[in-house]
């Protein structure tokens, strides 16, 4: 059975950071992609990062390149998300995907995704 638990969500005052993490059980990180997906109120749910089966390859949402920063860790099988200079928009629950293919792209929908977190709350306040 596989389980991604997320971790670190939480609040933070405009320019804050936070690290959030993802436990995976039942599937390695290192031969699955896997990312990050963000919902706020009354939003679809939109993509934030992603990072391929080999790690060599990471992508960004546009938006957010240059402040967010995904990482893995292989000896844990867990993912991170590091995001720095946070803004009151960047408010919503995270969740921790994966895929059941190697490989992954931005514009790939939620749907082609199989296993998610139950998601953690990051809350930004001015």
């Known amino acids: 059975q596989v389980q991604l638990v997320e971790s670190g969500g939480g609040s933070v005052q405009v320019g804050g950071s936070l690290r959030l993490s993802c436990t995976v059980s039942g599937r390695t990180v290192t031969k699955h992609a896997m990312g990050w997906f963000r919902q706020a109120p009354g939003k679809e749910r939109e993509f934030v990062a992603a990072?391929?089966?080999?790690?060599?390859?990471?992508y960004y949402a546009e938006s957010l390149k240059g402040r967010f920063t995904i990482s893995r860790d292989a000896a844990k099988n867990s993912i991170y998300l590091q995001m720095k200079s946070l803004k009151p928009e960047d408010t919503a629950v995270y969740f921790c995907?994966?895929?059941?293919?190697?490989?992954?792209?931005?514009?790939?929908?939620?749907?082609?995704?199989?296993?998610w977190g139950q998601g953690t709350q990051v809350t930004v306040s001015s």
């Open positions: 995907v994966s895929r059941p293919g190697q490989e992954t792209h931005p514009d790939l929908p939620p749907s082609d995704y199989d296993y």
């Open positions: 990072i391929s089966w080999s790690g060599g390859s990471l």
